[in-house]
């Protein structure tokens, strides 16, 4: 099933600074073959909801092998079945 979900990776107890773990993460997510945009929040991907999941799953593996122990995830989904719909015809539907 083709979606487009909004993915936010916190990890937890490293500190009030998490970007350096959100460059790793950000790594994975750009060479993924996925559709992506990172946001201030977060990041848009779109694609297959089986692929967006298992790269969710692999940000986390990685966050794991640099010792994080605690990972907060948000994940919310959109889909639609009437019709083909990118992150870009949405937006433009609003604009």
Not at 36 to 61: D, F, P, R, V
Not at 69 to 76: G, K, P, S
């Amino acid at each position: 099933m083709k979606v487009v979900a909004d993915l936010c990776i916190v990890p937890m107890g490293v500190g009030p600074s998490v970007s350096p773990y959100v460059r790793e993460i950000k790594a994975i997510i750009d060479a993924s073959p996925l559709t992506a945009e990172m946001h201030a929040n977060g990041t848009n991907i779109e694609g297959e909801l089986s692929e967006i999941c298992a790269l969710a799953e692999a940000c986390e593996a990685r966050l794991a092998e640099l010792g994080v122990d605690r990972v907060f995830f948000t994940m919310t989904f959109s889909s639609r079945r009437d019709k083909v719909q990118s992150m870009a015809d949405k937006l433009k539907a609003v604009s």
